[in-house]
């Protein structure tokens, strides 16, 4: 089940882009990683599926074959 992450930005309310899963996990912005783990993160398009923080999206990346193309990625 394909998955959607972003971020709210303080103080504006809008939400960013920042992950993406679908047979394994990735950040879809390059600074997305630099951000605290306990990040909060918002399932755009499903349910979170345990994934609640920047630190959960980084665990899941964790568990993802590096060698695998997925589509909407970004190299970190």
Same mark, same amino acid.
């Given at each position: 089940?394909?998955?959607?992450f972003?971020?709210?930005?303080?103080? *504006?309310?809008? #939400?960013?882009?920042?992950?993406?899963? !679908?047979? $394994?996990?990735?950040?879809t912005?390059?600074?997305?990683?630099?951000?605290?783990? *306990?990040?909060? #993160?918002?399932?755009?398009?499903?349910? !979170?599926? $345990?994934?609640?923080?920047i630190?959960?999206?980084?665990?899941?990346?964790?568990?993802?074959?590096?060698?695998?193309?997925?589509?909407?990625?970004?190299?970190?």
């Open positions: 089940m394909s998955t959607t972003g971020v709210e930005i303080k103080n *504006d309310g809008r #939400v960013m882009e920042v992950a993406f899963r !679908s047979n $394994g996990m990735r950040f912005n390059s600074i997305a990683h630099l951000l605290p783990d *306990d990040t909060p #993160v918002i399932p755009l398009d499903n349910t !979170s599926q $345990g994934v609640y923080t630190g959960d999206v980084k665990k899941e990346i964790e568990k993802t074959d590096p060698n695998a193309e997925y589509w909407r990625t970004v190299k970190v």
